[in-house]
């Protein structure tokens, strides 16, 4: 396999965190093209610039090429796992990028629930309708986060159902 660095940097968030000294930090496995610190990018629906860049022995670099994973530091937010991060022209385009991408998915978030009042919610559970327990999930990072939250819905039964209101990464608040 062959990685061509010449072309502006794209790569795959392996892990995301929010660490409480540096921020958000994400780890990256650089798939092509050559990261550098400076550099403007957008990964998922956040956007950033590169202000640091840590190997995975924990060397400061200034560089990444292809196929080194390295800790991104300089997002404005805590990208998912699986997301792609492509490096923009710069930092007003890399904002634009990732502001409609939140906007896509709060319209998608709006479209898909439902409201009830208040009152058709007490009908249904005094009827014996509806027994949810709502839930918030956080974690230290997103892989954790993924994995609580598929484990809590596969034990989910007809007595009760198991409904993740919130998730996210970082200290509870």
């Known amino acids: 396999l062959k990685g061509d660095s010449t072309c502006s940097a794209r790569g795959v968030v392996l892990e995301a965190k929010l660490d409480k000294g540096r921020g958000p930090v994400a780890t990256v496995l650089i798939q092509a093209g050559t990261l550098r610190i400076g550099d403007s990018f957008v990964v998922g629906s956040v956007s950033g610039r590169v202000r640091g860049l840590t190997s995975d022995k924990g060397e400061r670099l200034k560089e990444a090429g292809p196929s080194i994973p390295i800790e991104v530091i300089g997002l404005l937010g805590v990208p998912e796992a699986g997301d792609q991060l492509v490096v923009v022209k710069d930092e007003r385009a890399a904002r634009e990028i990732a502001q409609a991408r939140q906007q896509k998915q709060k319209d998608v978030g709006l479209a898909s629930t439902s409201r009830r009042t208040l009152e058709e919610l007490y009908a249904e559970s005094k009827d014996g ?27 989910s039964t007809d007595a009760v159902k198991l409904k993740i209101i919130h998730s996210g990464v970082g200290g509870i608040n």
């Open 129 to 155: 309708e509806i027994k949810e327990l709502p839930l918030l999930i956080k974690a230290d990072v997103q892989g954790s986060v993924g994995a609580l939250g598929d484990a809590l819905l596969k034990i």
